[in-house]
Every structure is written in C-alpha cells, then in structure tokens.
C-alpha cells in the first residue's frame, strides 16, 4: 500500500527521473530543448531521420525499473510535421512478463505477439484544414508522416485495458519509456485518475461542479495554455485509447469522433448525469430491453474485482411504454433498417427487430466488454457490473493437453531431466516436458518461431532455449514450474547451440551474426532464478566453423567446440573469451558433429585430466588429451566388409567410406554413439567391441546418457524419438512425428484413434490418448501423396485420396487396402464419409465430384459428375461438406463465387448460393473457401474476405454474418454438436466463438502453432479438440466439464424466451434473478451439461454446493413393497428390549428341496409419518447454514450392548458437509471431529481413534468446554423427530447426557468462558437459542427469531456476555440469573447501511469485548461490545465468510473461494465517546498471509498466537496450517465426493478406494494411511480391483528371457466413466498401462484368479476380456447387451469339476437380473457357458432409478453355490446351486439391498440398504443385527480376504469393522 501511495494522485516522469540533469536517464542523437510558441514554455524536441537512433530513455539502464503502477499514461507531444515519431512503453505484468507497447505513424497495421503490441497511430490535423476535409473521405491518407497542420496533443492510454484485451495480462507497474524521432515532448504523466484536459484544477474549483469517481481535473503542469473565449478542445487534440474513433486501420490510436469532457464521459460506476432525452422507438426494442431486464436484475453473489472499462454509458428510461430516454452529452445515432444505435464514448448498441430462423443479423468481433444491467422501476441504465456473464466461459476454453510432434528446426535437440524420469524435446515453438514412465505432458509456451537449440542445468531447475528467424531470443525458464525468468536478445540470426555449466550460472551459445560470422556468446546466469538478468560475460567473434560446443563440467570458464576441421579448447579470463585449437595432424580435414567428456571424479586425477571425445562425419573417433590439447587414440566405425567381386580392393584405415558418427555421449562406464546407418551403439571406454546397439529407421541424430547411466536417449532424423534401458535392454519409443506438414486429419470416435495425411507421403494412424503410433501407410507409387483423409463413423476402415487422383479404402485392423478407385485426374482435394457411413464423396481439384457405395466391399461408384467443384487444391478438408442427417451435400462450385447443395443420395442438385452478391457495400467479390455443415443443418460458408456466414441450407437465405473473423483467411471451421461453440482457424491462431454470436465478447484466441493451421475440429465426445499443421495438438475442451455462470445456452435467451411454456418462464426468471433465497433446486429449461464439481463449489454461497444439492433428487428411493408379498420378523421389535442372555433376532430362512415349493410370512412394516405441517420456512442463502443429506433409517433389530457382532475400528475421512464440527485444544491435545452419525477422538501423535456412538443422523456441529474435559455433539431428528445432542465425558468416552429439542437441525453450539452454560442454535426451520446449564443439563431459557440463525458465541471476557447472528443482524445478549434460573436480554442491531443486506455467517470475540461478525459479502465487521455497534468495516474476500477465529490483534477468515487469511487488526481500542469517527480513525488493517485450500473452510481452531492450527474444509479434508512456516499439511484426507468402490488386498496390508471425483487411493493397513493417490481429471472412477499377487506373464509380457515372472510391484486397476481402464503400480505410484475396453462407462473390474487377464463391464452390458500387460481386448461377450453389468466376480475350481475343462470360474450379473456363470482356461483361452440364470422380479415402477442393484458372488462357504439379491417380487436372498442347477434357499431382508458382501468364515454376509442400515446375517440361521452408523445410503460392502474385517462405505464415508460374529 505505501509503495502506491506517493505516487496519488499523478507522478510526472520528467520530474520523478530528474530529466534535464540526465542522471537516471539517457539520450542519443540529436536531443533538445526550445521554448514553444503555443504552449509559451520549454519543451523537449526529438530530430533525426533515423527514429531508433536519436531518442530519449527512461530510466537509463535496462536493469532499472520507474515503478510507476498508474493505470493512465499520459503523454504531452506534438508528431514533427511530415515527420515519422516511435514511442516504445516496456510494462510489466503481473504473471512476470515485460510487454513492450509501441505506437507510431510508422506502422501500417496491428501488430502482436505473446510480448509485443504495435498500434499505428492515425495523426489528425487541425479543423478546416484540407489535410483533414481529405482525410475523411480517403481513410488511407491518415496513415504516415504527420501532416503540417499537427497539433499539440494529450495522448492518454489504459494500460490496464491494453494488457488485459490483447494479451490477457494483468499490468503491475511501467517500467520504461523510449521516445524517438520525430517529436516534441512536454510531460509525460503516470495516474489512476482520468484526467479531463479541458478542465483546469483553478476552473473545477470556482464552478465547484462534482466529477465522477476515478476522475480528476487536469493539474497545472500538464495544462495547455488556452485564451479567454477559446475551447481547449478547439486548440489541441484529446485521443483515448481504446478509442472511439473509426478503428481504420484496425486497432490503431487516433482521434474520436467526438471528444466529450469527463462530465459527460467518466468512469464510475454510477456517472453523475443532468438531463434525458426522448427518443420513440418501437414495440421490438421494449421487449429487447424487458428481456435485458430480466437477463440483469441484480442478484446477491460474490463481490468481483473493478473491471478494466473506462467509459460511462447511457441511460435508457422507457416512458409509458413508447418512449427510451438516454441521458448524458453523447449523441443520438441514427435510427434505420429497425435498428437504434445509442453511439457514445461507450460504444454500446441496442438492436430493435424481430428475430426469425431466416433473419439476417451481423456481428462485429470488435465489441467492447460492456455488461448490460436494468433498475426493475423501469429505468433502463447501461453499467458495467456483469461482465462475466456476456463474455465466453470458461475462460479459456481451451486447454492443451498433448502433442504429438518432436523437432521442427532441429532434430538434434533432446535432453533427461529429473533424472532421467522426464525427457525435453522442442516440437516447433514449443518446448515439451514428458515423463517418461506415463508419457505425461507439459509445456513452455513463449517461443515466437522454431525452438533452434536447448540446454538444461545438472539438477534440472534452469533450462534454456533458443529460437530461429531474424529476431533470435534466448529464453531461460524455471524448469520445475515452467515459467519463463527472462529472455536475452542475442544479435544473431540462427542460434545452433547452448551449453549449460554444470552449476548452472554460465551459458554459453553459439551462433551466426549479421555477416554470417560465427559468434560465441557466455552469459552469467546466476541470477536469473532469484529475479535477475542474464548478462553477458564474454562475446567473441571467428571465422571458424562450430557445430557443438560444451562447458566442461569441471570448471564453469572453459568450453569444448568442435565443427569443420577443428577442435577448440576456449577459456573466459578477464572479460575475454579465448580459443586455442587442438593439433589435429592428418585429421585436420575431417567434419567434427559432436563432442563429450568423460564424466566422473576420481580422488587420483586433477579435475581436468579427463579424456574428451570427438566424433565425425567420415566415422572417425578421437580420444584427445585435455590436458596435452593432443590427440590420444583414434578409432573408426567401417561398414562390414563385403566381398563381392567387384569389390577387390581391400578397404583399410584411412581409405573408403566410414558410417558418420552424428552424436555422441559419455558416461563413466560406457560410451554411446548414433551414426548414420539407423543404430545406437554402446561401446566401453576402450572401444573395443560393441556390447549393446539398437537399430532405428533412420540416422540417428542425437544420442543422451541419463545421469544414472542406465538410459540412452536417441533421436533420428526421421522425427523419432525413444530411449534404450540398458539394464533390461528394452528400447521404448517416446514419440514419432511427421516429417512435414500435416494436411488434414480425422478422428474415429469409437477406437479413439486419429489417422493424419501428411506433405511426407504417408498416412498414420495415432492411439489418441497415448500418442502413439499405431499404423503407417505408405504409398508404392513414386510422388503418390496424400491430400485428404476420412474416417468411417462405425467402421476401423479410412479413406484417403491422393496427389494421383487414387482414392484408397484402407481396413486398419488387417492393415490391407480394401478398395481402390481412379476417378479422378487430378489430385483429390476432398475425401468424406457420410455420418450414417452409407456413402463415400471425394472432390477433385479438376472439378469432378465422385460418389461411392460402402455397402458393398468394393466400395463401387454410384455417379460422377465434371465441373461441379470448383477447381484449386487449397479448400483441403473443408471442400466438403454433409449434413448430420446424411441427407444433404455441399461443398464450392462449381465456381469459387458459389456454393452447391445437393441430395446427398443421389448428388441431385437442390441449392445454389452465390456468396459474392451478399454484401452489396463491398468493392470486391468475395469467394467462398469452406463449408461447413450446423447440427441443426445450417450451412457455414468461410469466405475470402474474412467472413463467416449462417446460410440456410433449405432456402438459401442469409441468416447471420460476423466480419473480421481473422486477420488471414479462415482455413478451417468446425460447430460443437450441442451447437454452443464454433471453432475457426486463421493462420497460426485457433479461435473458439460462441456459436450464437450474442456475448459482448464473442471468442477466445490461443497460440501455439508455428506453421498455418490445416484443420481444426472437435473430437467426437465433444471433450476436445484437435488441430494440426506444424504437428498435431490435442486440446482439452473445458465447456463441457463444467457449468459456467457467464455462459448462455446453446440458443440465445432471447430466442429461447418466447418458445417457453409459463411454467418454464417462471423458472427462467427464477434463475436469471435471485431477489429472494430459492425455495428448490431450480431445474433447467433443457439438459445441462455435465457439472464439474470443482467449479460447483464455487457457487457455494447460494446454499450448498450445487453437486450436493442435485445429489438429493438422485439418491435411490426405496420400492413400497406389495400388500401381502413381505417377509417378516419371527421376533417383535420389543425383542430388543426383553432380558434374552444372547440377541435373536431371526431372518425367515426357507429351505427348498427338489420340486418343493415353500410358504413365506410377511414382515411387519414401520412407517415414519410427517407431522403435517404444510408451511416451510425459506432456508438462508449462504453455505454456512447446515443442510442435512436426510435419509431415512429404520433399525428392525440393534444389537444390544455387549453383543455386537462387528465393531467399528477405524473411520476413513471427514465430514466436510458439517459446519464447525471439528475441535482442538492445544493444552491438552484433544482433537475431535465428526465423520457421518461417528465422533471421532483421534491422537495426532499414534494416529488410534476413539468412537463415540449416540447419534443416528448425521453430525452438524460439536463444541468442546475450555477446560476441554466435556464435548458436545448435535446432529438432525431425521424428517419427523427432533435434533438430538450428545453430551460425552473426554476422560473414559462414556455418554454423560442427551438432550432433544430444536426441530430440525442444530446450527451451532457453544460453551461459555466459565464452562457453567452453553448454547445451542436451532436452524432455519425453528430459528431459535437455547440456554442450557452444563450442571444438571437443564433448559434456562430460549429465544426465539424470525430470522434464520448462523452461529453463537461467548465473550471471552465476560462469562454472561453472549451474541448470535442472523440475516442482516447482530443479536447482543446478556444473562441474568434469577435463583436457579435464568434470562436473556436481547438486543438486536443491524448490518450498517454501508455494508448492505447481507447474511451474518460468523462471528469471533477477542479479550477486548470486541466483536468481529463476517458476512455472505465477504466483509468483516468490528463491533464495539459496549456501545453495540459497528465502527469499523473492511472488504475481507471476495466470497462468502464462513468461519473467523481472532486471537490478540490476529484474526483468521475463512470463505468459499477456499481461501484462508491471516490479518493483523491494530489499535481497535473503543473510544469512550462512542463515535465511529473517532473509533476507527487509528485502526490498522494489514493482510499478513494467505492460504488456498482444496474447498471451502467450514471449521478452525488455533492456539492463543494463531501461530498453528487444524482446518477443516468441504472436501473432507482437516489441514494442520502453520503460519510462521506458511505451511498447510492434510491431517485427515478422504474422498470429496461419493466413493464407488472398497476393495482390500489379497495380502491385507493395503486396501484402495475409488470414487466418482475421478481418484484411487491407496491406504495402509493398521494405521489407515494415505499411501498414494491417482488422479484422473474429468472422469468418475467407477469401479476398482486389485491383481493378484500370483500373476503370471502372458506371451512373455511381463516375463523375461527364461519366462521366469519379473515382480514388478502390486497392482490396482480402475475402470473409468469413458471406458478406458488404467493399471497403476503401487510401488512406484505410476501408471503402467491404459486399456480402452469400453466404449462406454466401465462399471465392474476384476482380475482372473492367476491374473492372466482382466475381465471389465460396461454400462451397454458388455464384457470385454483383456490382457493386462498388453492392452489387447481378447475376447468381447455380449450376451448381456443392454443392461450395465454391476458385478463381475472369479473363483477357482477343479479342472473337469461341473463337466467342463478349466481351472476358473467367473460370473456377470446385469441389472437386468440376469447371472451368467463361465468356466475357463485363459492358458488355452477357453471360455464356455455353464449356467444363465434369470430371475423373475414384477413389473418396474416408472421411475428405474428407484430399482435396486442385482448383484451375486461366489459363496466362500458352500462350493457351487452363487448368492444372488436385486429387484424382485419378495425381499430375500437366494441361494443357488450350480451343480443341482435349483435354488437351494432363500433368506429374507427388510430391505432391498444396495451392496452385498461375503465373508469367507462363519457363513456371514453383510448388506447395506438406502435407509442407512448396515445388516449383518448368518445365512444358515437367520441371525442378524443392524448398524445405522452411516449418514447416507450403504452402497459398498466388502470382507477382507481373511473375513476378519469389512470394509462399508455410504458417500464419502469409509467405516471399517472387525467381525466379531452372530
């Protein structure tokens, strides 16, 4: 704060750098000063033909910075007539970046990069001048020197806007000013006020007129001198930017049309305004703005930054329905074509017409970022508060996930980090991090141009990278965390090589200069990673040739190069960089390509006796002495010899070709080289044999030995990139690449495979999600090269078509050409398949137009037509086009001017469209370049003029038009099936739109390719995208995954709007608006998209968590069963209470003997029953107030005390869903939370638990007194009972007292100072305190509220000092006893006006009597105790405050955008006159720290200093934070999201989770541990298994040479809602192998018995048989097709037991009732049928979500027997033998069962229901007993191998058990 404050309200530069005695700034050229005539005051004046050599700088080095953080610059100049003048501006940002800004009359057009903004400045001449009368009707003219009529000029630029529009930057400071020739300069002015230049500060202050906030006069030294009765603006010239000029050029800076004073223009938001004018418009344009105002209306949300808008807009009022009134000075627009135009300084307009499918709209991309908000009284105004909603979301949209591509400028440059763990390779402009175990992706993104060259440091923290072209950069980054440090500008033109030092603080860099010369930089880059600059060491200039040059490792100022005819050792000594060249003899003329020491130290040796070696392009080797600078050994690699007859010369030493050597590598115990005949080769240091080589298909360009020795690096030439492990001497492929430009591509949906055409003749087919090469395809023909490819929508079958008119027919599973035909003559420039796959299209570039049948083999020609296509080969794959009804085909012809729509069946012709008569103002004709079909069979025409046009395909109207769609001609085009999003590419630049073109800021622009882009398109699931050009780049399309606040629906709201029925209308106004808090979940007009659970919680200050409040209405519902078809209870429920020495409690058993029919009995039935109230209270709109997940729980038999048969062991997780239910004192070392209905008391220091259990519910809040020696815990009655809190002694556990009387919910308890009260608040349904005695538990008093209650609290310094808060309030109370009882005295006092309607969420005492509340605005509030009331108020965070905890003069908050902030609060002291002026004058707020947590806070303790505490967060996580360390550590970690599977491993030392937040986890048993997590984003892990630790190698898979097993750790595999499934190795936490068995969501995994294969089922009722170490599908079944199978389960059995062969049995169950049993031997693969079984059930209620599951297993006790549960006429389990092929029993439940377990002793299962109830029975007996520990449905049950544990999980809760037994 104190660093900005010197410089408010403006710094002028000049003075700030003490300008005129040129200490901290520079000049050059011809610089001077003169006194000017019109301003009557010296002035600075710039001369020179030359800009860049005559000029001031400011400040005067590079290395230092003016720091001037005004978001205004201002400069005072005046151009030199017919005179050319450049200004450079280096700004700097916040992400680290120095953006340069240059403007000037020198520029012809825009110009940008990723750190370089050039702006043409338009120079104006003076009114009535002829320069201007021609400027206006020649818009070029304005474009060069100064005209001679110039004018002085107040140029004022926003920074902020410029960086955060072009760049998507955030601006910190200015850091330079470089002004050049030709120019007069007055001031320059930095400030965050916008200064009026036609108002003086002396003017203001007689008028004594009010200015908009954020503006200012203008002070006097920035005035121009103006005489009485003359106009500023008369005189000189006023140019903002952004401008709201004519924008010719395009984004350039010139003067406005108008130049209104900042008393009509200002920047506030509410602009003061005067008067109204009237304007009649008609019926259309008020039911636009209607329905603005229902977009608009403000609702309550999460405070946002200021936003980077300057300009003030205008308001509309609509009177009496006819009239809109627009307020302020800016001019009125024209009114035509329906259309009214409000034209001001805003740029804002408002179209009036009736929109219709064939409406003709346009779009301009160059809109400004204006929100548009509506007062309900019916003044319509203008502002600027809702950004977020009318720009493109998620931004960005686009994030890239993989490349496949390695080189581009040079295939020499790879290099290990980590290592060896991650391998670094350019691919083009982009450099690529892979970890070589996943093949995981990173990238640093910076390069302009093709990286050249690329170095790393030994430890893998500083990497360097050089770039081509004339403008060649040196970039250095922090490996680790892929920022770029700084960038060196290197004065070469092609920089070859870089070199680090082993220390990492010297690099050197090798290149050519100007002339071509080789030059030799070394730079001292010590200081980069600590914020520094890299600066030059020594430089140096020769004639010499260099190829490679390297630092030796063992002195940081000596260097090795090596190149044509030498070897040169150089060393740096003072400044200098010297060389001596190595005496090469008789070598003296060979080419050296590489170089490398012997690495390692030896205690015998001084540290540069070490043996350097040098490899050559004749296969020449030379081991030379460092030392001697002498040549030691010299060795040569010679093809073999041959002896053919005609070779009779035998070849020695010196004569006849040698293989060429391109690189070498040397490490301490072996040397490698790649030469050009395609092998690596290790050799020993002594060259004497070859003990190790690895042969490529083409010359290997670059070798690199890991630092381990234990991996060699290898790229080729060919674009091959992969490593040998010398250990295991296996050679894996990294990546492959095409060698040129990639043509065009196509995506197959179904295998997840991606097929490219390519300018190097070949045809690839990629795995898409590993990027590896699956398939090649080459041509036999000599020149025959592809031009287009198309895959089959079904089918593994892809076309291409050729450079020789060929069109092929290639079937990838058999690798064989399928059919072939000649058509055409020449070259196929299109190839498509229609979207049912029935037909076949290909364009030639002749005109000639084919189509083919793929019904038959053959693939046979229906019709050809001549001259239907316009001829060119440059439309690529966008030539054609079909409709996703397969019914319509278009494409461009048959001239460029038109496009062509035909039936798609028999090319009849339907429609044609002549594209250059549709804009009628154009000068030119405009020629269509691609088409492109809409899901709603709209057609997209790309045009030449940088157009795109909405055409519609049945009548050939012109439905929409948006101009400037890219600077370069749009190649590519592609729509979202859900018609939401449009994808363009122009050039080097991929632009995503929103389709409906409605947003103020309509698309997002990413970089990244260095060549023009060929194609662009969506992948088939709509989850991303791929373009392809220089390479192939996979982008993550994140719209999809989550749901976007500021994004509209895929038609516009005001299309969608009159469509809609009432009851759709009210719940459109219900979303769009939020005036009250809702009643229900608002449901959507149409589907929504898949909600990403991160981004929902978000939003979590209306309420809930939106994931959380859906899961409500998806949770399973229990089926009413039939009237007389229930089983029952052999005992009453009284059972329980009766003195029996042993619980029984009995299930109807019923035996079933051969052809004998049993009687069941029915059940007796409990029925909860409402209390009929039909009024509900509206709960409060904030996420602090607790909302219960209630699920109904009805325990037919607890067991009794004493005589459980399971006992809870452990709790996994924490209850994020609570509110300040966890605990800590930091005296004693109690911590105690809660986990579901379970308190947990946990030891920090052994990790054991303690479980106390008294609650059916789940937990909302506990407390714990001071003396921390009692807790209290409350949780909710359910839907019909009341709350419930438990009052448990910490000493021995025991339940010391229960108490029952709030309804609903308890919000919040609380013990008072003294420990002799405590408080209990009711939630929003009875909104009520209760005092309580902590003595005999006894009720004192309550209060009751009308407004819902958040939190209590005592005062810390008064014992009967209390206070609680609700909405918009602040309750102070008081206790007074009378007797034995007691009073409180309540006064009620409400938020300041400053603050708002706000909920008051929490509140916090110090020692002080002062009270700090925080609010659902993100404020906190400071009260004085005493006066009751608020003196202070600070804008605390941006969301909702949840949680504040105060200590001394420190106070922590805690909010829903998962922040955590530590502030120090100074002199709070109450003054005793009680005025807030007074009271808060002295204050001191100071934001000391700030932490992000993984969700939002809901509990805190810390000790007295708020030094250290425990954090608990809605993503069931408790952090342990420290402060002082600025540390947070998970204490407590478990799933944030509902667990899909628990399964323990065969050892019993670990067990492993899944859930639907797209994680596996991996636990330690007996101490419950977190081991390892595997994370898959945008995914929902469905089900999990673990391979058996007997597994066996396939087909010498896993297996080595002897086929002796190889361990290579336990393994876990998860199945996916994609259909993949991934093997994770848990030893060394990586993913060994991914598998795409499905096609869609994989719902049951399981490992054979010796893990021969994995078994997978799928939700469309297949199972696939996979290998697990190959990935190959062996076997597919789909006996099951379409019902999801639910479980999968294999046992073992005797080779010819049930008459079949086989040593394995396995079973499918889909949810269909239907169990299939297999016999199998996958040794032999064999797999036969031995038994289908299907159940009888009634028919399904409507709603099939309500069904339960089906699922069986393998009885562990009875052999042959499947145990089998699901929906049915009765609720049992029933028992069937395979070898008697009957059901041998049935048992009967209460309940329908969720999940079913086995245990393998004591014929024990275990089921869990949707009441909540764990059931635990004895299947020979009937015996059973129930659990409701859960706090929500039990969907996994799950026994330990050994039977001694079970494993239950309900949502996020894990509950693990030791069986005791019935």
């Known amino acids: ?1002 698309s997002q622009v990413f970089i990244g390719h260095s060549e023009p882009i060929t194609q662009v398109s969506f992948t088939p699931d709509q989850m991303g995208v791929v373009s392809v050009g220089d390479a192939i780049f996979f982008w993550d399309f994140l719209a999809h995954s989550q749901e976007v606040p500021g994004c509209r629906a895929s038609k516009g709201l005001e299309d969608s709007l009159p469509e809609a029925g009432p009851v759709q209308q009210a719940e459109l106004n219900g979303i769009l608006s939020s005036g009250e808090p809702r009643q229900a979940v608002p449901r959507p007009i149409s589907t929504p998209p898949i909600l990403d659970l991160s981004a929902a919680e978000k939003t979590g200050h209306r309420g809930e968590p939106v994931y959380r409040m859906n899961s409500l209405a998806n949770d399973i519902e229990e089926l009413q069963p039939g009237p007389a078809h229930s089983h029952g209870l052999t005992h009453s429920h009284g059972s329980a209470h009766s003195p029996n020495p042993r619980h029984a409690s009995f299930l109807q058993v019923v035996e079933r003997a051969e052809g004998v029919d049993s009687v069941c009995f029915s059940a007796s039935q409990i029925i909860a029953r409402g209390d009929g109230e039909d009024s509900e209270p509206v709960r409060p709109d904030c996420y602090k107030h607790f909302t219960p997940r209630y699920k109904t729980s009805t325990l037919d038999q607890p067991p009794p005390p004493g005589q459980e048969g399971l006992s809870l062991k452990a709790v996994v997780g924490y209850s994020g869903n609570g509110r300040s239910n966890m605990a800590w004192n930091p005296d004693t070392g109690l911590f105690v939370y809660s986990c579901g209905c379970v308190v947990v008391v946990e030891n920090l220091h052994s990790g054991s638990q303690r479980h106390w259990l008294g609650h059916n519910e789940e937990i909302s809040t506990l407390a714990v007194t001071h003396d921390a020696q009692m807790v209290a815990s409350a949780s909710g009655g359910g839907a019909s009972s009341k709350s419930l809190i438990c009052i448990w002694n910490v000493q021995d556990g025991s339940h010391r007292n229960s108490i029952s009387y709030h309804k609903g919910s308890v919000q919040s308890l609380a013990f008072s100072r003294d420990d002799l009260y405590f408080l209990s608040v009711g939630d929003w349904e009875q909104p009520e305190v209760a005092l309580w005695s902590t003595r005999s538990f006894e009720l004192l008093c309550a209060v009751s509220s009308q407004r819902p209650l958040q939190e209590a609290a005592f005062s810390l310094s008064s014992a009967g000092q209390l206070a609680y808060v609700g909405t918009n309030t602040v309750f102070f109370c008081s206790i007074h006893t009378r007797g034995q009882g007691a009073e409180l005295q309540v006064k009620e006092v409400e938020l300041p006006v400053e603050v708002g309607e706000a909920e008051v969420t929490c509140l916090c005492y110090n020692a002080d009597s002062i009270l700090f509340t925080g609010t659902s605005g993100g404020r906190v509030c400071v009260w004085d105790c005493s006066a009751r009331r608020c003196f202070m108020t600070w804008e605390a965070d941006a969301g909702e405050i949840g949680v504040v905890f105060c200590r001394g003069n420190r106070l922590v908050t805690g909010s829903n955008t998962k922040k955590l902030r530590l502030w120090s609060v100074q002199n709070l002291r109450p003054s005793n006159n009680g005025t807030t002026s007074q009271q808060g004058r002295n204050a001191q707020v100071l934001l000391e720290q700030e932490m992000v947590l993984d969700g939002t806070v809901v509990s805190m303790a810390f000790d007295d200093v708020l030094d250290m505490g425990i954090v608990g967060t809605t993503a069931g996580t408790l952090w342990y934070v420290n402060w002082p360390d600025n540390t947070s550590i998970r204490l407590i970690s478990g799933h944030k999201s509902k667990i899909n599977g628990v399964v323990c491993s065969p050892d019993e030392r670990h067990f492993v989770t899944c859930g639907q937040d797209g994680s596996v986890r991996v636990w330690a048993l007996p101490n419950n541990e977190l081991l390892v997590q595997f994370q898959v984003l945008n995914q929902s892990c469905e089900c999990v298994c673990w391979g058996p630790t007997n597994m066996v190698g396939r087909g010498g898979a896993v297996t080595d040479g002897g086929g002796a097993m190889v361990d290579r750790g336990v393994a876990v595999a998860g199945g996916y809602s994609d259909g993949s499934v991934r093997i994770f190795c848990v030893a060394s936490a990586e993913m060994k192998l991914r598998l795409q068995p499905q096609r869609s969501a994989v719902c049951a995994l399981q490992y054979s018995q010796r893990g021969q294969v994995l078994l997978s089922g799928g939700r469309d009722g297949d199972v696939v048989v996979s290998c697990p170490f190959t990935g190959v599908n062996l076997r597919i079944i789909n006996d099951h097709k379409g019902a999801p199978i639910t479980t999968i389960q294999c046992t073992s059995k005797q080779y010819k037991e049930f008459g079949l062969e086989g040593s394995e049995l396995w079973l499918a169950v889909s949810n269909d009732r239907r169990v299939s049993i297999w016999a199998a031997d996958w040794a032999k693969d064999k797999c036969e049928l031995l038994d289908w079984l299907t159940f009888p059930a009634p028919s399904p209620p409507e709603d099939p979500a309500s069904l339960p599951p089906s699922v069986a297993a393998f009885s562990p006790t009875e052999r042959g027997v499947v145990v089998y549960t699901g929906y049915a006429a009765q609720k049992e389990l029933t028992f069937y033998c395979l070898r008697k092929k009957q059901v041998l029993r049935t048992v009967s439940l209460t309940d329908w069962a969720l999940s079913l377990g086995l245990c393998v002793k004591g014929k024990l299962l275990a089921t869990g229901s949707n009441q909540r109830v764990l059931k635990l029975v004895d299947t020979s007996s009937g015996r059973f007993q129930d659990f409701a520990r859960h706090s929500d449905a039990v969907h996994v049950c799950s026994f330990s191998p050994s039977g001694t544990q079970l494993f239950t999980a309900a949502y996020s809760e894990v509950f693990l058990w030791t069986v005791i037994g019935l």
């Open 1 to 1002: 704060m104190s660093s900005r404050a010197w410089q408010h309200p403006y710094v002028n530069a000049f003075k700030h750098v003490k300008l005129e005695e040129w200490r901290n700034a520079s000049k050059e050229g011809d610089v001077s000063t003169y006194r000017d005539k019109t301003l009557k005051c010296s002035v600075f004046r710039i001369r020179g033909s030359v800009p860049a050599s005559n000029f001031i700088l400011l400040p005067k080095t590079s290395s230092q910075s003016l720091g001037l953080t005004g978001r205004y610059f201002y400069l005072l100049f005046r151009p030199s007539p017919n005179k050319h003048f450049v200004v450079h501006l280096d700004v700097a940002a916040e992400e680290g970046q120095v953006i340069r800004l240059s403007f000037s009359n020198l520029f012809k057009e825009f110009k940008s990069t990723a750190t370089w903004l050039q702006f043409p400045f338009l120079c104006g001449a003076a009114p009535g001048s002829v320069y201007e009368s021609t400027a206006k009707t020649a818009k070029h003219g304005l474009v060069g020197p100064a005209p001679a009529c110039v004018r002085w000029t107040c140029l004022v630029m926003d920074l902020r806007y410029v960086l955060s529009t072009y760049l998507n930057r955030t601006h910190r400071h200015l850091k330079s000013v470089k002004l050049c020739a030709n120019m007069a300069i007055k001031n320059i002015i930095t400030s965050d006020l916008l200064l009026d230049p036609g108002l003086s500060f002396s003017e203001f202050r007689q008028a004594g007129m009010v200015l908009p906030e954020g503006t200012a006069p203008m002070p006097r030294e920035m005035c121009f001198p103006v005489p009485k009765g003359s106009s500023w603006h008369d005189l000189y010239d006023f140019i903002r930017f952004p401008s709201d000029g004519a924008k010719m050029p395009f984004d350039s800076i010139q003067k406005g049309l108008n130049s209104p004073s900042l008393k009509e223009v200002g920047v506030s938001e509410e602009p003061h305004r005067e008067e109204s004018r009237c304007v009649s418009i008609s019926t259309p344009v008020q039911e636009r703005v209607s329905l603005i105002q229902q977009i608009t209306t403000p609702r309550p949300r999460a405070r946002q930054h200021s936003l980077l808008l300057t300009s003030s807009l205008p308001e509309l009022t609509s009177k009496d329905g006819d009239n809109l009134r627009t307020a302020g000075h800016g001019s009125q627009g024209p009114v035509e074509d329906g259309r009214v135009t409000c034209a001001d300084g805003g740029g804002v307009h408002v179209f009036a017409h009736y929109e219709s499918e064939d409406e003709v709209s346009t779009c301009s991309t160059g809109s400004e970022e204006v929100a548009v908000s509506l007062r309900p009284a019916g003044s319509v105004i203008l502002t600027k508060g809702l950004l977020e909603q009318y720009t493109l979301q998620p931004d960005p949209i686009l994030k890239l996930s993989k490349i496949i591509g390695f080189g581009g400028a040079t295939m020499r440059c790879a290099a290990w980090a980590n290592d060896g763990e991650e391998v670094v390779y350019p691919c083009h402009a982009i450099i690529v991090s892979m970890k070589v175990s996943s093949g995981h992706q990173r990238f640093f993104i910076g390069h302009t141009d093709k990286v050249s060259a690329l170095a790393l440091n030994t430890n893998s923290s500083l990497m360097a990278s050089a770039q081509t072209g004339a403008h060649c950069v040196v970039r250095i980054w922090g490996y680790h965390r892929g920022q770029c440090l700084t960038m060196i500008k290197t004065h070469t033109q092609a920089l070859h090589c870089l070199s680090f030092s082993y220390s990492g603080g010297v690099l050197c860099g090798v290149g050519r200069d100007m002339h071509h010369r080789t030059m030799v930089v070394v730079w001292n880059t010590q200081r980069v990673s600590k914020g520094g600059v890299a600066s030059v060491i020594a430089k140096a200039h020769t004639d010499v040739d260099i190829q490679t040059m390297k630092i030796a490792f063992f002195d940081d100022t000596r260097m090795v190069s090596c190149g044509v005819g030498n070897v040169r050792l150089w060393r740096v000594r003072g400044g200098s960089l010297r060389s001596c060249p190595v005496n090469l003899g008789q070598y003296h003329s060979l080419e050296f390509t590489d170089l490398d020491f012997e690495q390692g130290h030896t205690p015998d040796r001084p540290p540069d006796d070490r043996a350097l070696f040098a490899s050559s392009r004749s296969g020449h080797i030379l081991d030379i002495d460092y030392v001697a600078v002498a040549i030691k050994n010299v060795r040569r690699l010679l093809p073999a010899q041959q002896s053919h007859a005609h070779h009779r010369d035998k070849q020695t030493f010196n004569t006849g070709p040698g293989i060429a050597v391109n690189s070498i590598s040397v490490c301490g115990a072996f040397c490698a080289t790649g030469s050009a005949d395609g092998f690596l080769r290790l050799w020993p240091l002594d060259f004497s044999s070859v003990f190790l080589e690895a042969e490529h298909e083409g010359p290997v360009s670059l070798v690199r030995v890991s630092s381990d020795g234990l991996s060699v690096l290898a790229a080729t030439n060919t674009g091959n990139l992969g490593y040998l492990d010398v250990s295991s001497r296996e050679y894996r492929t990294l990546m492959r690449s095409h060698m040129a430009r990639v043509l065009g591509f196509s995506v197959d949906g179904v295998q997840r495979q991606i097929t490219t055409a390519s300018n190097d003749c070949t045809i690839r087919v990629w795995a898409m999600d590993s990027t590896q090469q699956l398939y090649d395809f080459v041509s036999e023909e000599d020149g025959d090269s592809p031009c287009s490819v198309t895959f089959h929508p079904s089918q593994p079958v892809f076309a291409c078509g050729s450079s020789s008119g060929t069109v092929r027919v290639f079937h990838i599973p058999t690798s064989s050409l399928q059919a072939q035909h000649r058509q055409h003559r020449g070259p196929v420039v299109g190839v498509l398949f229609s979207p049912d796959g029935a037909h076949l299209y290909s364009a030639g570039s002749l005109g000639h137009l084919a189509l083919y049948s793929t019904k038959q083999p053959d693939y046979h020609v229906l019709r050809v037509l001549g001259n239907v296509v316009a001829c060119g080969k440059d439309r690529g794959r966008g030539a054609l086009a079909v409709s996703s009804d397969s019914r319509h085909l278009a494409f461009v012809g048959p001239t460029e001017y038109t496009v062509t729509i035909m039936d798609a069946h028999s090319l009849d012709e339907l429609l044609r469209v002549d594209v250059s008569v549709l804009d009628v103002e154009s000068a030119t004709l405009d020629s269509a370049l691609r088409v492109c079909f809409s899901p709603s069979s709209h057609l997209l025409v790309a045009t030449s003029a940088n157009k795109i046009l909405w055409i519609n395909s049945r009548t050939g109207r012109l439905l929409r038009e948006v101009s400037e769609v890219h600077k370069h001609q749009c190649v590519s085009l592609a729509v979202s099936k859900d018609e939401r999003y449009l994808l363009t590419a122009g050039h080097t630049l991929l632009k995503v739109w929103d389709y409906n073109m409605k947003l103020d800021v309509n």
